[in-house]
């Protein structure tokens, strides 16, 4: 299957400071990009989905503030977690498709964050 | 009430035996419904895709889809240690748009 890149794998930052999570579509053009959180135990929960070149559509509940979604290529989309705090932390994973109505969405291999 | 209904485990069999999976689900517009492998700490990793009710069979793996039921299955046959993961099922209305995940069935399969 086509192959998806996150980075970083883990990340721990103070609270306070924010976050960049980069996903990268390697060996293909990713139109549509989305957004998980996934909290131990739990299922993965949509924060939100960008389009290539448009703004990123949050999930209710999602502050579009507080996570920065940008997805101004193709092949990247970058999360950025702003004025972190402990609540923050958890799993963050992306997933990337490319154009077409029936076209697999890849996951990337998730980054955990944790804020102290 | 949740959307999708995924029993957590976790679930122990010995190796070669089948493993048994679920999830229940409420909202009747789910058309396509698909099965994950997690390993700890890793994104998940697509195991079957159907669409509408049926079987889907692939190696080891069947997919069961009864949606007058509102129910999916996936069953791994001759199970194996490398088995040993969580398995998440999710569902959504449109192909590939946005899904709903169950929380994951944690499995441990011993040699």
């Known amino acids: 299957g086509a192959v998806v890149s996150q980075h970083p794998s883990r990340v721990i930052c103070k609270s306070g400071t924010s976050v960049k999570i980069e996903c990268r579509s390697l060996d293909f053009q990713a139109t549509t990009m989305f957004w998980y959180r996934q909290f131990p135990k739990q299922s993965l929960m949509l924060m939100a989905t960008?389009?290539?070149?448009?703004?990123?559509?949050?999930e209710q509940g999602v502050e579009k503030d507080k996570f920065l979604i940008n997805h101004a290529s193709l092949t990247l989309s970058t999360l950025t977690v702003t004025s972190a705090h402990p609540e923050d932390s958890s799993f963050y994973i992306c997933s990337a498709r490319a154009r077409g109505s029936n076209t697999e969405a890849f996951f990337g291999q998730g980054t955990r964050l944790t804020v102290v | 009430q949740k959307e999708v209904e995924q029993d957590p485990g976790p679930l122990s069999v010995p190796e070669g035996a089948i493993v048994s999976l679920n999830c229940t689900y409420s909202n009747s517009a789910f058309q396509y419904f698909m099965w994950y492998r997690q390993y700890s700490r890793k994104g998940p990793e697509l195991l079957m895709y159907?669409?509408?009710?049926g079987n889907k069979e692939d190696g080891r793996f069947t997919a069961q889809v009864d949606k007058s039921s509102k129910y999916i299955s996936l069953f791994i046959r001759d199970s194996q240690p490398s088995d040993s993961a969580t398995y998440l099922c999710a569902m959504t209305t449109d192909s590939w748009g946005k899904l709903q995940f169950g929380a994951g069935t944690q499995v441990v399969v011993t040699p």
């Open positions: 159907t669409y509408s009710s």
């Open positions: 960008s389009n290539e070149g448009s703004k990123a559509t949050y």
